[in-house]
């Protein structure tokens, strides 16, 4: 769980109530999420210098750079950059505070900006001070969630955490008791959901999140491709939001979509960063290994599922625990099963919290049958 604490209060862009410059917001917004950082940044920094009273445009300038660093810098000289920027942001939302008390906007972008902290701290394996970072920006955000229920978008968060600490993950639990929260993946997902629908900016991360959960955690295809869709259609540059409308696809066993999706993937591929290329390369043999495998050639599984695992460059370890439970599965359909329990192992041993790794248990006591 740990590893989304940077999503939680990235999530919270949001504005309930319009103010002078949010098109432009909204313009660097779409432009960043479609991998045009550098133009992001250029409208976002003139956006701040002509409306500097609107809450969106600082956090969301941070938001810019961050991921035009995570593309294109050194790790350090990203987290270098992050706390540099967030040191600038976050007294301006304390004298914004400060002058809109009752604005709960400011509030909140004053909680994610504080909460973002935690990034820098997280990167740096500080588990102390990524807490502490993490509890400050969360009450923050908290506060203006309990007192004003009508904005949707500080839903997101709240309920990230709550999904994510009901899945028994006892750092995540102990975090929760902090904030005071009732964890509970039902409720949870409830929150998320409403985002999804009714957030007028966290609804972008809120159906990346929910197509991540419904792909990797809590199964159900058809939903995730209800929201992995709205996002290639917002943002067709995307190449991660194209990676989980791929995969919704092939579990929605839609294969002519499927593989004309995965024929974008390998066109849109050389024009990503080296950074991003090392990343998303053993996402995209991924999901040509699921596809052949689910279409019956897994000769060609193989060889994709092999290219996955072996140079596999992505921080999150999701797909790569997948990525070896379908090798052990084909290694079990060619009756080498001792190469099948090597892979299930593999696995099991990355420990995250999603479905697949009861599966990969099940299979080193059972072999995988179609």
């Known amino acids: 769980m740990i590893k989304f604490l940077p999503i939680i209060f990235i999530a919270s862009l949001i504005a309930q109530t319009s103010y002078p ?47 035009h660093n995570q593309a294109n810098s050194s790790v350090n000289q990203t987290y270098n950059d992050l706390e540099k920027d967030l040191n600038e942001v ?18 909140l972008y004053h909680g994610s900006a504080t909460g973002l902290n935690a990034r820098i701290y997280l990167g740096k394996k500080e588990w102390i001070k990524t807490l502490e970072w993490a509890y400050k920006g969360f009450r923050i955000i908290q506060t203006v969630e309990n007192d004003h229920p009508e904005i949707a978008d500080s839903a997101l968060p709240i309920g990230i955490v709550e999904y994510y600490a009901g899945l028994r993950n006892v750092v995540i639990q102990f975090a929760a008791k902090l904030f005071g929260l009732n964890p509970g993946k039902d409720v949870g997902l409830e929150k998320m959901e409403k985002a999804a629908a009714e ?39 995307n190449f991660y939001f194209r ?30 960063t080296e950074i ?35 140079k596999y460059g992505a921080e999150l370890d999701i797909i790569l625990a997948n990525a070896w439970v379908l090798k052990g599965q084909i290694h079990d359909l060619k009756q080498e099963r001792k ?17 697949v790794i009861n599966d990969a248990k099940a299979y080193i006591k059972t072999p995988y049958r179609k």
């Not at 976050?90 to 509030?107: H, M, S």
């Not at 991003?276 to 060609?300: C, I, M, P, R, V």
């Open 339 to 355: 190469a099948a329990v090597s892979a299930y192992k593999k696995c099991v041993d990355l420990d995250n919290y999603t479905f």
């Open 199 to 237: 957030g007028q900016w966290s609804w972008i991360e809120a159906k990346g999140i929910l197509s991540f959960v419904y792909l990797w955690v809590d199964l159900n295809p058809d939903l995730a491709l209800k929201h992995s869709s709205n996002l290639v259609e917002e943002f067709p540059k």
């Open 21 to 67: 410059g949010d098109n432009i917001v909204r313009q660097g917004v779409y432009t960043f999420y479609n991998y045009e950082t550098a133009q992001a940044i250029e409208i976002l920094q003139k956006a701040r210098e002509d409306y500097p009273e609107n809450p969106t445009v600082h956090l969301t300038w941070v938001a810019a750079r961050w991921l």
């Open 243 to 272: 990676i989980l409308y791929t995969e919704s696809l092939i579990r929605s066993g839609k294969m002519n979509s499927a593989l004309t999706s995965l024929n974008i993937l390998k066109k849109m591929f050389p024009d990503l």
């Open 90 to 107: 976050i007294p301006v939302y304390e004298k914004l505070v400060q002058t809109y008390p009752e604005d709960p906007n400011y509030q």
């Open 276 to 310: 991003q290329k090392s990343w998303y390369y053993g996402y995209l043999q991924y999901e040509f290994a699921l596809y052949h495998f689910l279409t019956g050639d897994n000769k060609k599984a193989m060889i994709y599922v092999n290219e996955s695992v072996e």
